[in-house]
């Protein structure tokens, strides 16, 4: 199982929401890609970059950066936010990101989202966001009325690599993840998942490697890991030893 550190990018700064509001930003830095060489130097073999410009305007904004970051780090890197169609995530995977993660096109245009795992194998992931069992988009300011479980069934047999369940309602709060949703949710799918959302503690991440399910492959964190709650190389030797 592999530990996946979050760098939210916005203005170009990193930073942190509560359940995925702008209005409750947190700045942490402004040198995303300083921030990706430390988290690399505790031993990070991904990390997970979300565009927050891009998903709330709908377009990938930060691509040059996230370009600059790869080229600068030796690990792999997952990337979010605004990917709404084929040549943008081209571009990307052109520029060897090694997965992208869809949301909003995930839900509105399965379609496109089949075809983009025909054209690039192994390196399509859909992000599954939930709040109260229904899946969010737009950035997570949209609530759609299509339930987790309908959605992973759209994916079960398409290509995708892996699901990235989010509970909005946990995330950024440090509370701890939603174990009970995140069980359920590795029961309805023989997809791979990474579970993201609320991780607060070196326990919760013990608690979900317990979890005996082999198509939990990893998990993300962001601010528990910027308030010091622990570090990459701790998380690491819990899930990956």
């Known amino acids: ?133 229904f899946v969010a988009t737009e950035g997570w300011a949209k609530n759609s009325k299509v339930t987790v479980v309908d959605m992973l069934r759209t994916y079960e047999d398409s290509g995708v690599s892996v699901i990235i369940f989010t509970d909005i309602e946990k995330d950024g709060l440090m509370k701890g993840l939603s174990f009970d949703q995140l069980i359920n949710l590795l029961k309805n799918t023989n997809l791979n998942v990474i579970a993201s959302g609320g991780v607060a503690s070196l326990k919760d991440l013990k608690k979900i490697k317990k979890i005996q399910k082999t198509n939990l492959i990893g998990v993300i964190a962001g601010k528990a890991v910027y308030e010091k709650k622990f570090t990459v190389r701790e998380a690491i030797n819990i899930l990956e030893k």
């Open 1 to 133: 199982m592999n530990f996946y550190p979050a760098i939210d990018i916005k203005d170009g700064q990193f930073v942190r929401l509560k359940k995925g509001l702008l209005s409750k930003k947190t700045v942490y830095g402004d040198n995303p890609t300083n921030q990706a060489k430390k988290f690399v130097s505790m031993g990070a073999k991904w990390i997970h970059i979300v565009d927050l410009d891009g998903a709330f305007e709908g377009k990938c904004k930060n691509m040059d950066r996230i370009i600059e970051i790869k080229k600068t780090v030796n690990c792999r890197i997952q990337v979010g936010g605004g990917i709404r169609n084929i040549k943008t995530a081209e571009k990307l995977i052109n520029n060897d990101i090694d997965r992208i993660v869809l949301g909003t096109v995930a839900l509105k245009k399965p379609h496109l989202v089949k075809e983009m795992c025909k054209n690039f194998p192994k390196k399509i992931a859909v992000g599954v966001d939930a709040k109260k069992g």
